[in-house]
DNA sequence: CGAAAACTTGATTCCGTTCAACACATGTGG
DNA sequence: CCACATGTGTTGAACGGAATCAAGTTTTCG
């Protein structure tokens, strides 16, 4: 309902890697409660207000009204999209073109949930969140963010991004947001009456 | 119906992505066809059989069929938890792990499709393919290999794999099978009458 | 049988890690 | 409201795992 939650898993290693961060709107943890073994953890990145739902509310209610159970499969996929992106990007890409895709793709989802805008938004990441989300350190997190600051493409301030030169950033970040499926998203968002 | 088939996407410089290989029995391609946009690429491992089922007529079922739609959802569901252990093995684990990782995958989900043991399977990807699940290149992928069967974890002629001591591959692998979900899948293979 | 694909090996390079120290902000209890 | 502890961000130097480049060999298959 408020506030910011990841999903994360820990391996044997110590390292942690971060699937997806979550903001006030998103059906958080349909995969550990409809399946009934967790394999991962979800974590609260700031204080946060959350509605919870029984399980077997979910279940029934998919099953009484195939229209929500429907669009809530839906969610999923669109979730499993954008895990198949962040595997790519951790991958696939070098460390600054995966900075930049996140950046990316915060600059449309944020808005999309309605905070802050493609060229100014918050993100309290800390910059261990991001290196966890990115498979690097957070010491070349660091660095990366400031080469790119430096190279007139993003601004930040704690935790404030500020998105410079969007169409320019997309291209440094190897960012394609078809994967987002934000159409889907607006139907969701604003069903169609019939 | 038979044969094997994997899911990629290619990034801008070039590299591949693989993230998921599919074998006889799975229901490969849902997440292009049920949400509307492709954003990855289906493609066949070996000669195939495949069935084609038209969009509109899974839809329909999911709806007429409540409990066949909850089907689908939860293999949906299972997939984005193995996609979620694939992002973990690709950002968190070394190439000794990783590579020990994918095969302990296979020894476990081959089975239960009927193709190989635990011990003993078949798996035709080319160290090329390897590398682009893994998330390293070929080269690399086979001096991982070589340097697994020198420690005589596994043994391989061709693509035929064979497991000497699974329960230390899964140690050097950091493998737990959680993620994959069998018991959930051994439900949907052999339902319940009720 | 011959060409292409797949695999193997060695030498070198490089991106990101590691280690370590420090600066700065944040926040909390006394 | 200060004193202190902790968390977060920054910087530098050295190291290392995997990539790259290049040249083989072996296997596959038409």
């Known amino acids: 309902m408020s506030g910011y939650a990841f999903r994360h898993k820990v391996a044997g290693n110590g390292g942690r890697q971060i699937f997806s961060i979550h903001m006030k709107g998103d059906v958080v943890d349909l ?9 991962h953890n979800v974590q609260a990145l700031t204080a946060i207000d959350v509605a919870l739902i029984p399980a077997l509310a979910i279940r029934q209610l998919a099953a009484d009204r195939p229209l929500v159970g429907q669009a809530m499969w839906y969610e999923t996929l669109v979730d499993a999209a954008i895990f198949r992106e962040w595997t790519l990007n951790v ?5 600054r073109a995966r ?3 996140l950046r990316c793709e915060f ?3 944020l808005p999309v949930a309605g905070l802050g805008s493609q060229s100014d938004y918050v993100l309290p990441m800390t910059q261990e969140h991001l290196a966890d989300a990115l498979a690097l350190t957070s010491v070349h997190v660091n660095r990366t963010l400031q080469a790119l600051q430096s190279e007139g493409l993003i601004e930040r301030t704690k935790r404030v991004v500020r ?4 169409a ?7 960012f394609d947001d078809r994967y987002l499926h934000l159409d889907r998203i607006q139907e969701v968002r ?3 009456r019939n």
Do not use: C, E, Q
């Open 31 to 39: 995969h550990n409660s409809i399946l009934r073994r967790a394999d």
């Open 91 to 95: 991958g696939r890409r070098d460390a």
């Open 99 to 101: 900075t930049a895709h």
């Open 107 to 109: 600059a449309l989802r």
């Open 163 to 166: 998105v410079i030169d969007f």
């Open 168 to 174: 320019k950033l997309a291209r440094v970040g190897d």
């Open 190 to 192: 604003r069903p169609r």
